[in-house]
C-alpha cells in the first residue's frame, strides 16, 4: 500500500521539474529574441545618408545621399520627382 504514493511522487516532481525547464526556456528564448531585436535596432542606427528611402514614384529603393528631395519626399531621380509632382 506504501508503494503507490512513493511511485506517484517523483512523477509529479518530473512533471514539476519538467514544467519548470520548459518555463526557464520560454525566458531563455523571449531574453534572447528581446536582445537581437534590441541589437538589430541600434545596428540600424547608420550615419546619415546611409539609410535607405522609398522614391514614391517608381518604388525602389535609394541610398537617402544619392536621393533627390523635392517637397517633402526622396526620390531617385529629378524625372521620378517631376512625374510625382505633376500627378
Ligand atoms: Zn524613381
Not at 500500500?1 to 512533471?15: D, K
Not at 526556456?25 to 537581437?36: E, P, Q, S
Not at 531585436?37 to 539609410?51: I, L
Not at 522614391?55 to 531621380?77: E, H, M, R, W
Request: include cysteine; aromatic fraction near 8%.
Amino acid at each position: 500500500m506504501r508503494i503507490l504514493p512513493v511511485r506517484t511522487e517523483p512523477l509529479l516532481l518530473r512533471l514539476l521539474f519538467i514544467v519548470l525547464i520548459v518555463y526557464i526556456l520560454i525566458r531563455a528564448i523571449k531574453a534572447y529574441l528581446a536582445g537581437t531585436r534590441s541589437a538589430k535596432r541600434r545596428r540600424s542606427t547608420t550615419p546619415e545618408g546611409e539609410e535607405m528611402i522609398l522614391d514614391p514614384q517608381c518604388q525602389t529603393y535609394v541610398l537617402k545621399k544619392d536621393a533627390i528631395l523635392q517637397a517633402g519626399n526622396y526620390f531617385c531621380s529629378r524625372e521620378c520627382a517631376k512625374l510625382f509632382l505633376s500627378r
